[in-house]
């Protein structure tokens, strides 16, 4: 099958032909990809900025949003059958240690990453993954429409909800960043939290975009708003990070998505002003399951433009250049 | 192999020899039986009352409280082997649905509960089981000295960590019913909860038992305490519900894991002393290898009988008799 | 000034000319009332049904959902002036205790009820209250349209708040009874929770009016709808607790306003389907506060009906008879 | 009256001869100091650390851990009378913003800080406070003996409230720094939490000391030990800050009552670990009466060396030189 492939740092993708994956483990599935998000992580990644977090071995093939059709399941699955259209949680995880079992599956110890770790991911025909990474999707969902749930969806969703015992309809959020992840990111503060939303982005054309989703106001920099109770952090590099920390109020939480970029706190601060920060990864399969209700429900928009996977050159040069408003996905 | 069955109700328990379980589903675990707590839903079930909920056929070998060593586990599993120290977990759940992913396992809407609803359980040489139910006992652990924890523990753990968000230093939590289960989860309260505890019961012999775990006093009665913040009923039956909701204080708690009575509300007064009643069932596997941590820091105690397998009438006879202090577990 | 009042049990209210109230403490305030809502709470106790509850001396002035303008203050309050609008919190509160310290005032054992518990309430010019029960209102708000947000609006919220740590998008409540009370509660459910909402009412009439809502579906009949998440009981009479509460799920929260009625709990299938019960009476301060914010900013709409207060007993039979759409409001 | 003052940074106190406090505002307490405990904080303002964070005009009297006797209360003042023992919360709050109505008074935004901030602190005869802040003592405890509770307890019990959340019988927390506040902190993570506390600590002498306390193990530096679930830094410089975050496991939580430093965060790294840091403040109202309750109850035990009033240069310098094992309290 096809496979586009991470093959050295600084250096373009390049595709390869390697065989289809197979089931060998009882819990194994494979999907036939049918939408493969572009994410700013897979820019980092070919930059070589998540080898030392990840040191995977090249080439490999890169796609972590994935969604598509259930080919073949190993035979201790249960619930799901060939042909069925599925999202791919993009972690593996074992399902029997102690973050597997209270549904924090990304804390698994042993996960696995496809796309990222160097197991193979979704820029491809097929992948390889575990059965109880796939949530099922409702008969009415194209695949293609949801990939980048996968992990854009799924960060935003986890992040605010671990935002959400902070705010009330007294609250501020400042939302820094507004793209792909942004746009959802926005409709789901929207829909899990009471707060006010501020969106702040430094591009006229991305603000702009924004009052679409018709937040309570956009700005362009964070540092000329009022103090906020919140900020959202999905940029997390270019200074952004330690200018948004100082507009939180006291007991102000800052929580990051983005990064690349680093922050500094006092201690004397943290504590007179009260302060948390929040690191978030991706979300669980319970959130992941629980965004496609809302997608399901038509709760939910995810702007996307599809290139076709052997455009993907293409695809990531517009990606890389900001022209691409909402997420790109690669299609067969 | 042995295995000891309901045969009909109102009708004493008999011996069969069935064949020894064996692996069927790449999940399945087969557990060599080392202990088998008898609990008082054991008596319940042998009296018909809990065939309208479970309606279980019959006959079928009894045990809901087991711990052993593995004899045999399916292809999908992993992290397990033949001859390790287990407890096993009451119910058996599918893995794949939503209560299952999010660590609430007993939620389950496909769940089976072994001893209970007709699968087979643990009063017997052996038994079936899904290795999903599993939780692997330290190499100090005897497993028999645990056995009661599957359930008695289990629901007690579960119980106590609803009802703590609800208790701080300044609460008086009334633990109604100083048994098998009340004497462990005497000591749960200690550990997740702040409160004082009286514990209530009307045996003055069982009292005088309950001074050995050091509560906050002792009472024969409810009625005779000043108002409380909380309710723990592992009564729930013989008019103890009724009394024991008469005691709390405005915005207090019934928690209720004893059942075979009822309750009236009356929901003005449900309103005006903004009262919360908590149904408990058997808690997570999280939460039963939470429990066994803490049995292997000694950090709680578990008093026990034991009786032969081949004595099991006689062990049945003194639990309903209520001559046992602590729990009875059935060994080989 | 004019005040009418309740002079004895299955009689219709009388005016009396009553002194003007004055500051005495403090931490007084009195009130000018711009609006005074009518709750089936004071059909209730025209009835004697709250007598053995509150045993208030009679006569007194009815009354208990306020807003107005403030016209004195004690010399110990800060941050209101003459002339503020203001909502009336219900309960006045004595601000030391252990309650009103952490917020939950309205569990402060010495809280006084006026309009129910014999403390003169807001069917009158003016009314005396404690400024710590006073939530001053935007400049764009009329006191008028908000005042049944004093005790409708405020049990709703806080209800809701209470149930939504239960709920998610794939929940599912059903919301009995779509009255003045209920048309606040599905709009709160729709800001606090995410979980789909079902309005239940035997009337056909009100069934429509509730169409306006756009909740996810409606029904004359709990029976009819398939296992619900939650129940928020309006009404809390005429067998539908009882019939609620077997429309749940296992999991499932009863979550109650409306009283009269009662609940007969069954400790076995309380245990067995793992349900909780949730009482509601008013809710905090500060959820008032909340509440007023989102009026302000016109996230939630309020239906009512002006009666001038010279009409009262006009008013007072109309919502007996069920012919108020939303909140009846007495105006001066 | 006598008071030990704050007269310029890098310069010794200095005894002053002022007023007696009176009353003047309804709400106003005056409280004769039985025992004023002295902080490290009191140090770093004699440093002019803490010129930047509060700005106060000198002289000013220092002392934030105050415990005493009332003398004087305001005519708007409920259940406290002359001569009741109290311990007076650190901050002085307004009672009428959303964080005062909520309970979560430290964050009230016109907050004073009597003994920091330039109001008149507790190194004196007597000091004027609100009765707000006054916690009343049980009639067997010595204020002097539960002075440093004020500041040093409850800073601790806010802390590890918010982070007990985050424990269970599965996790490690280390605590770095066992000093007075440090002896607390132990004693509160174990009432709180379930967790395993290893205490880290530079100095033998005070791991000795700490070993009475009856932690789960003690160190000499954090980056020994294996990874932890959480850190409660009661340090917060000398490189500490840094080293403990690296220690974290994925998922822990880095808390911070000590300051002086800073932490520099990557945010890949606080994505991909999934961290949380929190900064903590003094706790609330209810956390100083939750705590009083515990030390009434003889659950918590504070260890301490008194020092006459007059001698508070000699007592400052002992602290100074870390000679002080637990805390030091001034007394009359």
Redesign the interface.
Known sequence: MRAVQVVGYHRPVEFADVPDPVVT???DAVVRIAGAGICRTDLHILEG??DA?FHPALPYTLGHENAGYVTAV???V???AVGDPVIVHPAVT??????C????T??C?TWRFPGVDGWGGGYADYMLTSA?SLVKLGPRTDPADVAPHADAGLTAIHAIKRLAPFL???STVALIGFGGLGHLAVQLLR??T?A?VVVVDASPERLKWAEAYAPDGVAEDVAGLPPVDAVLDLV??HGV?QEAFAALR??GVYA??????????????????????????IG???EL??LM??AD?G?IRLETRRFPLDDVAHALAEVAAGRVLGRAVLVP
Request: charged share 25%; with cysteine.
């Open positions: 483990h009882p819990l900025e998540l977090a190993g035979d201790a249960d619930g799901l074992c399902g029997w240690c102690a973050a079992r209270s549904g924090a990304m804390h110890p109880r009330g309809p007294r829909i899990y009471t006010r997390g590099e990070p006291k007991g990051v998505v983005g990064y690349g970029g680093d922050l500094r706190l006092e201690l004397l601060d943290m504590i007179n002003r009260e302060l948390t920060v929040l690191g978030n990864q669980t399969h319970s399951a629980e209700t809302l429900q709760r």
